[in-house]
């Protein structure tokens, strides 16, 4: 699609929230509804989206627009069904399955994520029971009903955010871990934990550059979600 528009604002909504104007007409989501995000920090940077736009718009460069449409035309139409889906990641959570205690991997995970691990159960007032191997044994159900709640009291643009980051990290509790992050570093940091084992694998086994560009993606989307539900409460 060729460039349509020339100016590109951002204006304050009468009712809350602002709404980038592309030529002084208002981005609509997907599903046709007013694009208002909460936030003037999140608009700005989705204004700067559209400014950074050549003769040709490239959908694919406007990634907090298309998360933006998804927390409104999706999350806040039900947020609970998204709330109980990200469930099943701290049911499963990577943070929470080791190595066997006599294997070096089983020391390097209790090395990085056991401090993150009881940062987040200290945070949210839960316990959650750590496995050794790979066969799934339920969480306690009052810590899954305790994050559910946490995730429920979320609004819709930091849901979102969330949801991106838990999917990506297959990690329910790096995700919540990464909304404290103060600066870009301490989020990668998060990520970098939550790829360990796939580390752990290329330093045994040598690394392919197909996987290391596909992690590489992932993370830039994982860094990008943190910052839409950062910005969104800005």
């Known amino acids: 699609m060729r460039r349509f528009y020339k100016d590109v604002t951002l204006a304050a909504q009468p009712a809350g929230g602002f709404q980038v104007m592309l030529d002084a007409r208002g981005v609509k989501t997907v599903g046709g509804k007013p694009q208002i995000v909460p936030a003037q920090a999140l608009g700005e940077a989705m204004a700067a989206e559209w400014r950074a736009q050549g003769e040709k718009i490239d959908p694919a460069s406007l990634p907090l627009r298309d998360m933006a449409d998804y927390a409104i035309d999706i999350v806040s139409a039900d947020p609970a069904a ?6 099943a990641y701290a049911d499963t959570d990577t943070l929470c399955y080791r190595g066997d205690p006599d294997e070096a991997l089983h020391q390097r995970q209790q090395t990085e994520w056991e401090p993150l691990l009881a940062r987040v ?3 949210h007032g839960i316990t959650l029971t750590r496995i050794s191997g790979i066969v799934h044994r339920p969480q306690p159900p009052e810590a899954l009903a305790a994050l559910e709640a946490r995730l429920l009291a979320l609004p819709p643009f ?13 990690s329910l509790v790096t995700a919540l871990a990464a909304l404290d992050a103060r600066h870009k570093d301490e989020a990668r940091m998060l990520w970098q934990a939550a790829c360990l084992e796939e580390e752990w694998q290329a330093d045994l086994w040598g690394r392919d550059w197909e996987a290391e560009e596909r992690r590489a993606r992932r993370e830039a989307d994982f860094l990008r979600a943190g910052a839409f539900a950062r910005l969104s409460q800005a």
């Open 158 to 170: 930091v849901l979102t955010g969330v949801e991106a980051m838990a999917k990506l990290a297959a």
């Open 82 to 87: 998204i709330a109980r889906a990200l469930v």
């Open 121 to 123: 159960e200290a945070a």
